[in-house]
């Protein structure tokens, strides 16, 4: 198990626990020392007063009533009784108890022999009463001690309490961090082991924690899906190209057979064609994957999806006729979207041409572009064969091909290019069975998921396949 000093958990809880403690040690010296100057302030007041009712009564009665109010002030026995002495000039005590020199003028600290206690410290205030009188009133400074020492106990015993109640909520604290990256980390390390399938845990609370997990499971899901898809287009280019690589290789032999079926020429130009056809395999890959990768985003601009597909229907329609089908179109005007032009156009393409290619002649192709609230939808609907339930989740795949298209050209990669193409502009591409299929492309009107949008453009190629 790591130290705890290697641990960014405990580290950030012990911080917090020293931040802690340092602001009730910065507090409690704030506190501790205006208390005291406080109870300074209160005492100086009450000196200051009685010396104010002395010089009161020497004034108005002189010498002798100022020595019989401070022996009757003195004979008293509370326990903040004041001490009182008067000065001659040359420093003789000519009236009260207080064992001290002849003090300055004004308010300060002083030291004076308590008759039971020895020499002590207090505090105390010396006014003249006249030039050959000097009257102090003085305190002792015990019980401002005893506060202080009172208040440093407390703070004391507070400061443990908090400091012993913090300690424990920082173990408790940097535990549970602790708990929560190490279950991440766990499962981090079990994916990294092999196991693509295992998954962050996840609370109720929906905490930072759960939050981070969640959208570390979302990013996990992607990957795993990448890496089978990964996995399916390598096996179906496998399978897929062992065909056409093997009719190439034996058109080859027949070729180089002394006496072999066809010139030298027809055999190159036979073997080029099916080259070719390998490489538009290869063209088409790579154009989905670049489709699923996001790269293309940086082509969006605001598409006008009505003129667009009035045009394709329009280019279409006579080929459509001369294959022995009919197409007939009818497009909302003024529906607009943000997306990729090229992109768009070659998913309709798509659309068109997989409902001809699977069709027989006399099937009637409907196309419809209509807005449906947020939404923008091209659907191309054709009254052939159809697709069974069963089959239509599968038709959306790289090179999955129904029994009944073997002998079509191409590689079963339509659809899946359309999909991508969907997923690319926030949008899905639903198929449904109506008697034919129907193939819907359902596009958000704002484009929400385009991560830019740019204004210039680029040159793409299509994808068909």
């Known amino acids: ?216 499971n979302r990013m996990l899901d992607r990957i795993e899906g990448l890496l089978e898809n990964l996995r399916q287009v390598s096996s179906d280019v496998a399978h897929d190209l062992r065909t056409p690589l093997a009719r190439l290789r034996n058109r080859l032999e027949e070729g180089a057979l002394p006496g072999g079926e066809g010139t030298a020429a027809l055999v190159i130009e036979d073997a080029i064609k099916r080259v070719d056809d390998v490489l538009s395999l290869f063209a088409a890959i790579l154009r989905i994957a670049e489709v699923e990768a996001g790269e293309t985003r940086r082509y969006f601009a605001p598409v006008d999806l009505s003129a667009l597909v009035s045009d394709l229907a329009d280019s279409y329609a006579p080929a459509i006729q001369d294959g022995g089908r009919n197409l007939l179109w009818s497009v909302e005007p003024e529906l607009t979207v943000v997306g990729d032009r090229e992109l768009l156009a070659q998913a309709a393409i798509n659309l068109i041409e997989n409902a001809q290619r699977h069709t027989p002649p006399g099937t009637l192709i409907r196309m419809t572009l209509v807005a449906v609230g947020d939404h923008v939808c091209l659907r191309v609907l054709d009254d052939g064969p159809g697709v069974s339930k069963a089959d239509l989740g599968r038709i959306v795949k790289r090179f999955t091909r129904l029994e009944r298209s073997r002998n079509t050209a191409g590689y079963g990669l339509g659809l899946n290019f359309v999909t991508a193409v969907a997923k690319l502009h926030g949008g899905r591409l639903l198929l449904e069975d109506r008697g034919g299929l129907a193939a819907t492309l359902e596009l958000p009107r704002n484009s929400a998921s385009a991560a830019e949008v740019n204004d210039g453009g680029g040159s793409h190629k299509g994808t068909n396949a």
């Open 1 to 216: 198990m790591r130290s705890w000093r290697s641990s960014a958990a405990y580290r950030i809880a012990f911080a917090n626990l020293g931040a802690l403690l340092l602001g009730l040690a910065v507090l409690g010296v704030v506190v501790f020392f205006a208390m005291h100057i406080a109870f300074t302030r209160q005492l100086d007041a009450t000196i200051t007063d009685e010396a104010r009712t002395l010089i009161d009564e020497y004034h108005g009665g002189g010498e002798r009533e100022l020595t019989e109010a401070i022996a009757e002030r003195e004979a008293s026995r509370s326990p903040t009784r004041l001490l009182y002495a008067v000065f001659a000039p040359d420093g003789r005590r000519l009236a009260g108890s207080l064992q001290t020199p002849r003090p300055p003028l004004g308010l300060h600290d002083i030291q004076f022999i308590d008759p039971g206690e020895g020499p002590d410290a207090g505090r105390g205030l010396a006014v003249d009463l006249s030039p050959t009188e000097r009257l102090l009133v003085a305190t002792d400074r015990e019980w401002i001690e005893r506060i202080d020492a009172t208040l440093l106990e407390v703070f004391g015993a507070a400061f443990i309490a908090a400091g012993l109640l913090g300690l424990a909520s920082a173990v408790v604290l940097g535990g549970y961090l602790r708990r929560r990256l190490n279950a991440i980390s766990g499962t981090a390390k079990a994916i990294i082991g092999g196991d693509i399938r295992e998954r962050m845990p996840v609370g109720v609370r929906r905490d930072e924690f759960d939050q981070l997990a969640s959208t570390l």
